[in-house]
């Protein structure tokens, strides 16, 4: 338990230096510049979905930053506190990154390892919409303040797309585009080089077409690269303290729709005041 405790202690020590979360509140299709000042210059990024050999995050996607430890050892023998101190170490080859957090236990704890590695080159972001009920919005808010994240606010606009309110089975491909591109943007405007995801390894066993969008898109996934299963994220995000370690996991409302039954706001609402009153 020594080294758990060790780790605890330095991750805390950076990540919780701050005295609350600065947020940054950003509309679907106006961007809002803060005081950081860009350290750094960033390529251009498009919203479009183009190629992965194209897109400027696309260097880093198939590339796995291993540690030598992790190398040598092999993934199956190494602790989760092992896999820690290589995401740490994957995120400081990284440089600067922006999350895509929810506040769900992935992403939290991929934010604050990113804060812990790189202090004020990385913030998160959280999106809200009417497919996340407005109490997990309000959570993850309290929870970044509470941790001393760097955060900045969009909202998005789902059914704006044909495609994704059609609802088909690829519909999470569609929401994932429009965020990841939105979310490339903001990275562009705050001088940060790559966005981030908190996709763990359990999830390349899944039929997840957001993965899609995230490999089209460049965007990198520390969590699955440092090979942390979800069970791995639970149990490290209680040792390091992450108030929300055994948060059950969530999937946006839109998943409640059978698939080829079209989702509308109206319907969303639905889902929403039925759960509330659960």
């Known amino acids: 338990r020594e080294p758990a405790r060790r780790l605890r202690r330095r991750a805390l020590g950076f990540a919780r230096a701050d005295t609350g979360a600065s947020r940054h509140l950003i509309g679907p299709r106006t961007l809002v510049a803060d005081s950081y000042r860009p350290h750094t210059t960033v390529r251009p990024r498009a919203l479009s979905s183009p190629p992965l050999g194209d897109h400027p995050f696309a260097p880093l996607a198939g590339r796995l930053y ?11 023998t190494v602790s989760a506190t092992d896999k820690y101190e290589a995401l740490l170490s994957h995120l400081k080859q990284l440089e600067s990154v922006l999350v895509a957090y929810s506040g769900g236990i992935d992403s939290t704890l991929l934010a604050f390892a990113a804060h812990a590695a ?8 959280l999106a809200s919409s009417n ?5 997990e919005c309000v959570g993850a808010r309290e929870l970044a303040g509470t941790l001393g994240l760097r955060l900045i606010e969009v909202e998005t606009s789902e059914l704006a797309d044909p495609a994704f309110a059609a609802n088909a089975p690829d519909r999470c491909f569609h929401c994932k585009t429009e965020l990841f591109g939105l979310l490339a943007r ?17 999830d390349l066993k899944d039929h997840r077409p957001g993965r899609q969008a995230a490999r089209a898109m460049g965007v990198v996934s520390p969590l ?3 090979g942390l299963t979800k069970a791995e994220i639970r149990e490290l995000s209680r040792e390091l303290g992450l108030p929300n370690w055994d948060k059950p996991s969530m999937a946006c409302l839109a998943s409640r729709f059978p698939y080829g ?5 109206e319907g969303l609402e639905r889902v929403a005041t039925a759960e509330r009153s659960e």
Do not use: C, F, K, W
């Open 66 to 76: 291993y540690s030598p430890l992790i190398s040598q050892r092999g993934m199956g």
């Open 118 to 125: 790189l202090g004020d080159r990385t913030a998160a972001v």
């Open 131 to 135: 497919t996340y009920p407005e109490r």
């Open 186 to 202: 903001i990275a562009d405007l705050h001088g940060l080089t790559y966005v981030a995801d908190g996709s763990n390894a359990d």
């Open 224 to 226: 699955s690269q440092a």
């Open 261 to 265: 039954e079209r989702i509308t706001d």
